[in-house]
């Protein structure tokens, strides 16, 4: 099999000033890709800015032979979103591939949550991949053609102590993100999200005995393959993590059916309602609804 190339494709990666972003922009780059590499460069918690660490990362995909700018835009606003767009149309006059990674960290308790803690983390992760998308978006369906990458997170899917902002936003662009697939599907943009367990400054004090495995250049390559003209899926979730790829999905039991329920039904039958046996996995709400349509059917007949 032929190695797979990302030659004539344009990518912004949010967050690319260390970490995970830096691997997905350094391998992209070394396919061939043109990368504006996008980081505000500031702290865990999203204070601050710095050029340094977009600039560093973008000179070295240039000393290596690649094609690579900096950007220090914040994607927490629409201007920002609308200003690393713009970069890349300016450079290179198109853009092909999104990764929307950059994140913070400002965790507490529930309890203890407060606005100053839950606003930021939201405009940084779930606004962020909007107002990056938006203006890709457009440009994505005037060519006919884009992949779009979501960072979410198992404290999103399955929810982690301390991290109800985190989890709220992370979950939220699993939501994004199949929206995106459905409403891109005839355009030929495609959007699928990741679940990355990896050694980063916002995780190196959390992972314990898993931090040298889970190196972020082992999350890149399925970034890449889910950016690549031949990636087939759209609207799914992978998790990565030390090498090992998984795939997420949103399961449905078969559940209990009555046109007369009660509630002492659901009572009385919960353990069927929950039985996962035979689930299903529905692509969207309209396989939702057949399937429903099916049980109503076969009800009646």
């Given at each position: 099999?032929s190695?797979l190339?990302f030659e004539?494709?344009v990518?912004?990666?949010t967050?690319?000033?260390?970490g995970?972003?830096?691997e997905?922009a350094?391998l992209l ?14 702290a865990v918690?999203?204070s601050g ?8 990362v973008?000179?070295e ?6 094609v690579a700018?900096?950007d ?5 606003s629409?201007e ?7 970069r ?7 853009i ?5 990674n ?13 606005q100053?803690?839950?606003?930021p ?10 107002y990056?998308t938006?203006p890709?978006w457009v440009k994505?369906?005037?060519?006919r053609?884009?992949?779009i ?6 404290s999103?899917?399955?929810?982690n ?6 989890g709220a936003?992370k979950?939220?662009?699993v939501?994004l ?23 980063t400054?916002?995780?190196e004090d ?9 190196r972020?250049?082992?999350?890149a390559p ?9 990636c087939?899926?759209?609207g ?11 795939r997420y ?15 002492e ?8 309602i929950r039985?996962?046996a ?10 939702e609804?057949a399937e ?5 059917r076969?009800h009646?007949?």
């Amino acid at each position: 099999m032929s190695a797979l190339s990302f030659e004539n494709r344009v990518a912004i990666v949010t967050g690319a000033g260390g970490g995970l972003g830096r691997e997905h922009a350094l391998l992209l780059a070394s396919r061939g890709a043109q990368v504006v590499v996008n980081d505000l460069g500031g702290a865990v918690d999203g204070s601050g800015s710095d050029l340094g660490p977009a600039a560093r990362v973008a000179k070295e995909i240039n000393d290596a032979g690649g094609v690579a700018v900096a950007d220090g835009n914040s994607v927490s606003s629409p201007e920002g979103g609308e200003a690393i767009v713009q970069r890349a149309i300016d450079e290179w006059g198109r853009i092909d591939i999104v990764i929307n990674n950059a994140g913070i960290l400002r965790d507490k308790t529930f309890q203890s949550m407060t606005q100053d803690l839950l606003d930021p983390v939201i405009d940084v992760h779930l606004k962020g991949a909007f107002y990056v998308t938006r203006p890709a978006w457009v440009k994505m369906r005037e060519q006919r053609y884009g992949r779009i990458v979501n960072t979410a997170s198992a404290s999103g899917i399955l929810g982690n102590f301390g991290q109800s902002n985190y989890g709220a936003a992370k979950m939220g662009l699993v939501g994004l993100t199949r929206v995106l697939a459905a409403e891109g599907a005839k355009y030929g943009i495609r959007a699928n999200v990741i679940a990355p367990v990896a050694r980063t400054r916002m995780t190196e004090d959390l992972l314990g005995p898993l931090a040298d495995k889970v190196r972020p250049e082992l999350v890149a390559p399925i970034v890449a393959w889910l950016c690549h003209e031949d990636c087939p899926v759209t609207g799914e979730i992978y998790s990565a993590g030390g090498g090992r790829i998984a795939r997420y999905f949103i399961g449905l039991t078969r559940g209990y059916y009555n046109p007369t329920l009660t509630l002492e039904d659901v009572r009385d039958h919960f353990g069927q309602i929950r039985d996962e046996a035979d689930y299903l996995v529905p692509g969207g709400v309209p396989e939702e609804f057949a399937e429903l349509a099916r049980v109503f059917r076969e009800h009646d007949a």
